[in-house]
């Protein structure tokens, strides 16, 4: 699914009327009578108090629609027009007739003395600001938002939480809404994913409000929201006569004293992913570990607790290099030589990648589409410090430009970014938050370059199904017995479920609205 930036969003209204014969009035209708039965389903008449909030924009028209549908539905309900303008849209002008033809007169709000009493068991929906958002909100807006946040109560955001830009950094967190649930037209925003936002977004879901999706086609987003629809049709069946030569071979190079561990684990699921053969590259206290914890992986050794030589015998398909190999000095010398010198694909992680950084120059030499899966701090070292999310963005994307090279930005919300492309993964869950897990993911994605996946695709489909273990596990066991080996352990749910019940809207709900 794409996430498309505001201007792309306000093209594709425009064409969707323009080409399909829908008026802009109905097509708010529409939109905004879907939010109304989102909540209609669950509130069941039930008199909570609702106040709608609508600005003059149609962020606003969206907003006196669900107010005539609640009033029309006997709810207990108070409409106000937050009036930071004297500008009105058509749209929002005729909702707002068509609510006074009702009888009922939304209260204006020009000042802070007029702000209605909220309380924290009463229901919010926020319609102040959408997709028209073109500065931060100030005045008394702004006194309203930290009102209504002061508040803590449930607030329905309609497709973006008031004074949240759809695709770019409001790093100013007291001028946005925080919202308990957010219906977002059309397709999710990247804003959702940036960890800037993470107060003001909860859970949300994407109300489908039918715009054009050959026009959206020819905008070419460059955004994507990675979901099971996505990643099913890159999955490689296999072929009966097949053997462990066309599965390929991985690499992992890692490891120090007392680091063994990391590069077991990547090792571990090289194979577990399907890589034909996996060796391990590892200083020589590692041999003894690596050769009891996995039968089924070869062992090259190199110098006694830290690599230094970089000189192994296996040809492989794959190099995945980086989990617990260390920064001594000698590692660095080794590692830089073998950089300039190596033509095999790469997948660089953790320390790999904090020597990268330490000498940028070296980047120049990463075979092209080279994958590089930094965690937050790792990224910092490689790309400098960002001032907002934003702006990390587009840092990585200049560095992907630069270098040939696709980043793996590892979050609660993981992007792959190759070039100007994003790919949003859907999966994942706190349960990750454990140490290992990175190495993890660095073992899958060199295991699926191994068989045959191209570099992109075994990055987004890697990140995918390293969270989707995650979402799995954690309905059966819980976030904090989830260790990195468990992700080893659901790799196989993982990919069985690919092939189970069709995906539901992407949403971060746990509940389907009752019919
Ligand atoms: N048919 C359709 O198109 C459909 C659209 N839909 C709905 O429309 C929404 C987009 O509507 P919209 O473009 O009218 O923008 P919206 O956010 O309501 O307000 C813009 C107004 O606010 C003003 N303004 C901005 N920032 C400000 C600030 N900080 N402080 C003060 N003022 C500020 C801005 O002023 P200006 O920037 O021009 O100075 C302008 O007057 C979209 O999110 C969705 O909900 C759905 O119904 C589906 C069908
Ligand atoms: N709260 C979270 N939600 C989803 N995924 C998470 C969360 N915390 C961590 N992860 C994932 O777990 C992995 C952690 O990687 P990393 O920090 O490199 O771990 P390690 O260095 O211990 O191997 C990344 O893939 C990251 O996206
Ligand atoms: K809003």
Known sequence: MYILNSKQIAKADKATINTNGISSVDLMENAATLCFQWLHSRLQGQQIKIHVFCGIGNNGGDGLVMARHLHQHGYNVSCYVVNFSDKRTNEFLTNYNRLKEIGEWPEVISHENEFPEVKFEDIVIDAIFGNGLSRKPAGFSKKLIQYINSTKVFTLAIDIPSGMYSDKSNTDSSTILNAGHTLTFQCPKLAFFLPENKEAINTWEVIDIGLDQNFIETLKPASHFIGKNEIKPLYKPRDKWSHKGTFGHSLIIGGSFGKIGAVTLASKAALKIGSGLVTAYTPKCGYNILQIAIPEAMVEVDDDNALKYFNFKTKPTVIGIGPGMGTSEKTKLGFEKFISENKTPLVIDADAINLLALNPNLATHLPKNSILTPHPKELERLIGTWKNDT??????????????????????????????????????????????SGDVLTGIITGLIAQGYENLIAA????????????????????????????????????LDLFKQEQQQPQQTEEEPEN
Do not use: C, M, W
Not at 393 to 413: F, L, T
């Open 391 to 436: 702006d990390k963005i587009k840092r990585a994307q200049k560095y992907s430009k630069e270098n040939n090279v696709i980043i793996v930005i590892k979050d609660a919300h993981t992007i792959v970014v190759n070039g100007n492309e994003l790919f949003v993964n859907s999966t994942g869950n706190q349960a990750l938050a454990t140490a290992g």
């Open 460 to 495: 987004i489909y890697g990140v995918y199904l390293h969270g989707k273990t995650a979402d799995i596990a954690s309905q059966e066991i819980g976030f904090e017995a989830f260790t990195a080996s468990t992700i080893l352990d659901y790799l196989p749910d993982a990919i």
